[in-house]
């Protein structure tokens, strides 16, 4: 059974001129996620795209992470849309 845990986000912004009230995008990064859903994770974002931050190798968009999380603990496969 999944217990509750807050996965801390980040967002991305692309320069100071760009309004700052919304970010491009948000993501999370997989090293602070529960050991379970690294590997099958990472599996899954084979040869998807991935944000890529100076600095931060291995990330996720967020809306990817909670695609795979809600099939990850219903025992299915979240679809790939890219």
């Given at each position: ?5 807050e ?6 912004y ?24 690294q ?44």
């Amino acid at each position: 059974m999944e217990t509750k845990q807050e996965i801390k986000q980040y967002d991305f912004y692309l320069s100071d001129d760009i309004d700052k009230e919304q970010p491009y995008f948000s993501y999370i990064k997989i090293s602070e996620l529960p050991e379970q859903e690294q590997k099958p994770l990472k599996e899954w974002l084979y040869g998807q795209t991935v944000p890529m931050i100076d600095d931060e190798p291995d990330v996720a968009y967020l809306g990817d992470y909670i695609r795979f999380k809600r099939a990850f603990y219903r025992g299915e496969v979240a679809r790939i849309y890219d």
